[in-house]
């Protein structure tokens, strides 16, 4: 189960169920493969809607990688996302702002 208060968020992958979680190393792995100039960037990508199916996928192994995940960006090309690419966008977005939410935000 994930810890929303933690930054967590959860998701299903091929059934079976995963923890995200945007550390330090994730973020900084995230910007690189976002090829973002900064964090405040890699949000505003977000929240102006101007981000693609990569910036997607890169926020989720980012995600996971944070979580404990082991696997690579490739894995997850034929992996079944439970909710389609509509789901793992809203994941992904809702990843971003936990990751940047102030304690007692109540807002994510």
């Known amino acids: 189960m994930a810890n929303p208060w933690q930054g967590e968020v959860a998701i299903r992958i091929d059934g079976k169920p995963h923890g ?16 973002a100039d900064s964090l405040v960037a890699l949000v505003e ?4 809607g101007g981000y693609a199916s990569r910036d ?7 995600g996971l990688r944070g979580g404990g995940w082991q696997g690579e960006a490739r894995d997850l090309l034929t992996a079944e996302i439970e909710g389609g690419p509509v789901e793992a966008a809203r994941l992904a977005g809702l990843l971003l702002a936990r990751a940047f ?8």
Do not use: W
């Open 56 to 62: 997607v996928l890169a926020l989720i192994v980012a």
């Open 101 to 108: 939410a102030l304690p007692g935000d109540g807002s994510v």
């Open 45 to 48: 990508r977000f929240e102006a």
């Open 20 to 35: 995200m979680k945007l550390t330090l190393g994730a973020l900084a792995e995230l910007e690189a493969a976002m090829e």
